[in-house]
Nanobody
């Protein structure tokens, strides 16, 4: 059984910062990639940032230069440092993990979501 536990969401004023964390636990052979998605009310879930176990990153255009994704492979943990937050960053942020479990292959997992609210 694999679990993703997120933390770090909250309420912040525009221009402020937050740091999200997501830790995967369970019988994980290898972490292939982990990332963050977000979903605002009435919109589809969208990619925010992703990082592979090798350190390659990809960001949504709307967050480039403001958000930084990083990981700790040995801990199967991913972080999202969010700076210069804007009201349009308000959403539920979901952790996503592509985990290689050995004989069962690679499986995709989602966290429960953490609310980020940016006030103007």
């Amino acid at each position: 059984q694999v679990h993703l536990v997120e933390s770090g969401g909250g309420l912040v004023q525009a221009g402020g910062s937050l740091r999200l964390s997501c830790a995967a636990s369970g019988n994980i052979f290898k972490n292939n990639a982990m990332g963050w998605y977000r979903q605002a009310p009435g919109t589809q879930r969208e990619l925010v940032a992703v990082i592979t176990s090798g350190g390659s990153t990809n960001y949504a255009a709307s967050v480039k230069g403001r958000f930084t994704i990083s990981n700790h492979n040995a801990k199967n943990t991913v972080y999202l440092q969010m700076n210069s937050l804007k009201p349009e960053d308000t959403a539920v942020y979901y952790c996503n993990a592509q985990l290689f479990l050995g004989t069962t292959g690679t499986q995709e997992y989602w966290g429960q979501g953490t609310q980020v609210t940016v006030s103007s």
